[in-house]
């Protein structure tokens, strides 16, 4: 019997469509001030108050473009979506969905550990989900769209950066509140060595 095969561009319109709207509820999680308080606060003080809603959106904000960008780069190489492909978007794209939810757990519960490595969690899970479409797109395709064993392994190491930095700060933010808070960063650092090493190769 002969394998049930999905429409491609409609796999990534939905795709699309979820990470739109992921990455728009995203600024909900900041509170924005009552005409009284505005009236009688300071200014700067309101925007202090909203530092880390700030940071949550940003943070947030930021990955899920990665794994946007990630994803269109992946679909690239596809030429039949079948099922396995399929619910591996699905479960994919449910992590991305719980993100505004892990966010806003992590902007109201800012100093304590908990909300943060639930946070940590949900980003490590959508890298998890992101790395087995990777490979299965991968040994699916090989030899066929022009996915080579460099390009395999240059988005793996990517996958495996973001997964592996929100795993390190979930494993260190009771220990080290402030430093897995910002081990983000590296995240940016390491994808750019990265890329300048694959880039390096495949010149």
């Known amino acids: 019997m002969k394998e049930i095969t999905y429409d491609k561009n409609r796999v ?7 990470f739109s709207i992921v990455m728009t509820l995203l600024i909900l999680e900041v509170a924005v001030p009552s005409a009284n308080a505005i009236s009688t606060t300071k200014f700067t003080t309101l925007l202090s108050n ?19 960008i990630g994803h269109l ?15 591996l978007t699905i479960f994919f794209l449910l992590s991305i969905v719980i993100l505004p939810f892990s966010t806003a757990m992590y902007v109201n519960g800012f ?4 909300p943060f490595i639930f946070y940590c969690i949900n980003l490590a899970v959508i890298g998890f989900f992101n790395l087995w479409m990777l490979r299965y797109v991968y040994y699916q395709e090989k030899q066929k769209t022009g996915f080579t064993r460099i390009y395999y392994r240059w988005y793996r190491a990517r996958g495996l ?14 220990a080290l509140p402030l430093g897995s808070r910002l081990i983000f960063l590296l995240l940016f650092v390491f994808q750019f060595f990265i890329d300048r090493r694959f880039k390096r190769k495949i010149k």
């Open 12 to 18: 990534i319109n939905f795709s699309d469509a979820v």
């Open 50 to 68: 909203r530092i880390p809603d700030f940071i949550g959106l940003i943070v947030s904000f930021l990955v899920s473009a990665l794994y946007w």
């Open 73 to 87: 780069k992946l679909m690239k190489y596809v030429s039949v979506v079948k099922g396995k492909l399929l619910w």
């Open 111 to 114: 100093n304590h550990a908990g």
């Open 161 to 174: 950066n973001v997964m592996v930095v929100w795993i390190v700060a979930s494993l260190i933010a009771s």
